[in-house]
C-alpha cells in the first residue's frame, strides 16, 4: 500500500475476496474512495489495483433419511457406503461450514502436520479461483515434501547440515533456472498449484543429486529454499538457518532467472508416419533441416516402418516434428 513512486496514486496492490464479498465491503471501499476521488482527496479512481476473487473450498457433508446435516467426522466408511451411528447416509459436496456440519478446524492440522503442510495443501489443491474439494487424507502427500526436503538438505541422524560447496552439474543448473523462472511466473499469476508442483520436479532430482555426491551443493540449495519460502516460511527458515545465516531469508532477494540457461541445448522431436507418431529423436536446437532429416530417417523405427522403401515426401517443421509419407 501506498505510493511507489513520484506521481503514483497509491491504493492497495492487490485484493484478494471472494465473489459475495462483491455486494458488501468491496462495495463500500469502492463507493467511498470514489466519494474521495469526487472530492479531490485521492488521485486514483478505484482504491485497488487488481481483484481476484478466490474459489471456495469445498468438503463431503452428509444427510441423513430425513435430510438433515450429520456431523461429517463421525461417518463411516464401508464398501463405498456411508453410514452415521448405524443409519446411512448420502454425501455431497458443498462449501466448507457450521451449517453443513463439514468444516476442518485449521488447529488439528496445525497439530497433525505443521502450519507449512497446511498451507502448501491449500495452494496445491487447485487454481486459487477453482472451488476445490478438500481431502484430509490427501495432505500427507504435502507432509511427504517437505520430509523429502529436509532429507536433502539436512542429516536426519546428526542435524548437520548436508549442503556441499561442490560445483553442480550443468543440467541441475539448468533445472534450477527453468524452475526459478516457471516459480516466479506462477507466482505472479498466482498459481501456487503449478509453482509448487515445479518445486516438487526440482527436489526429486536434487534427491539423486543428493545420494551420489553426499550432500546437495549450496548454489542450488540456496535457492531453492528462497523459491520455498513463501509458500512454506517456517520450514524454509529453519533451513536457512542451518546453512549458517545470521539473518533471515526475508531479507534475501529472490532468485532470478538467467536468460542464458533457460535455452535448450537439444530438442526432442516426434517423428510421424502416414499421421501416427512412430519415433522420437533428439537433435541440437539449432540444427540445420539436412541434420534432422539425417537423424529421423537413421531412427531404428523409423527404419523398420520403411521397410527399405525410400519415404515419398518428408516434411521438417523446425523445433516442432518431422512428418514422413510413405
Do not use: C
Not at 534450477?176 to 526440482?202: Q, S
Not at 536434487?206 to 546437495?216: E, M, P, R, W
Not at 540456496?222 to 509458500?231: D, G, I, T
Not at 537439444?266 to 529423436?281: C, D, H, M, Q, Y
Request: aromatic share 8%.
Amino acid at each position: 500500500m501506498g505510493p511507489q513512486s513520484p506521481g503514483d496514486p497509491g491504493g492497495v496492490d492487490l485484493y484478494v475476496g471472494g465473489v459475495e464479498h462483491a455486494v458488501l465491503h468491496l462495495l463500500y471501499a469502492r463507493f467511498w474512495h470514489k466519494v474521495l476521488f469526487d472530492l479531490g482527496y485521492v488521485s486514483s479512481l478505484e482504491p485497488f489495483r487488481r481483484l481476484f476473487n478466490q474459489g471456495y473450498i469445498l468438503a463431503a457433508a452428509f444427510k441423513d433419511e430425513r435430510g438433515i446435516y450429520v456431523d461429517a467426522f463421525a461417518v463411516e466408511e464401508r464398501d463405498g457406503a456411508f453410514s452415521y451411528e448405524g443409519r446411512p447416509v448420502t454425501r455431497e459436496w458443498g462449501k466448507m461450514g457450521k451449517s453443513l456440519k463439514n468444516a476442518v478446524s485449521p488447529d488439528e492440522m496445525y497439530e497433525a502436520y505443521g502450519a507449512d503442510t497446511l498451507r502448501l495443501y491449500e495452494m496445491q489443491m487447485g487454481p486459487l479461483d477453482a472451488s476445490r474439494p478438500w481431502e484430509t487424507r490427501d495432505v500427507i502427500g504435502m507432509y511427504r515434501f517437505l520430509q523429502r526436503v529436509w532429507r536433502n538438505l539436512v542429516d536426519e541422524d546428526t542435524g548437520a547440515s548436508r549442503v556441499i560447496d561442490d560445483k553442480p552439474a550443468d543440467e541441475v543448473v539448468r533445472l534450477l533456472h527453468k524452475t526459478i523462472d516457471g516459480v516466479r511466473t506462477d507466482m505472479e499469476a498466482m498459481r501456487f498449484n503449478t509453482a509448487i508442483a515445479k518445486l516438487i520436479e526440482l527436489n526429486n532430482h536434487l534427491t539423486s543429486v543428493a545420494s551420489k555426491l553426499g550432500g546437495t551443493p549450496r548454489a542450488i540449495a540456496e535457492p531453492f529454499v528462497l523459491l520455498l519460502a513463501p509458500l512454506a516460511p517456517h520450514v524454509a527458515e529453519e533451513l536457512w538457518a542451518s546453512f549458517g545465516a545470521t539473518a533471515s531469508l526475508a531479507e534475501a532477494p529472490f532468485p532470478t532467472a538467467d536468460p542464458a540457461l533457460l535455452v535448450e541445448d537439444t530438442v526432442e522431436l516426434p517423428v510421424s508416419i502416414n499421421g501416427k507418431v512412430r519415433a522420437r529423436i533428439t537433435v541440437a536446437s539449432d540444427a540445420d533441416e539436412a541434420t534432422v532429416r539425417a537423424a529421423a530417417l537413421a531412427e531404428p523405427n523409423v527404419l523398420a516402418h520403411l521397410g527399405g522403401s525410400a519415404p515419398k515426401k518428408l516434411i521438417v517443421v523446425a523445433g516442432r516434428m518431422v512428418n514422413i509419407v510413405m
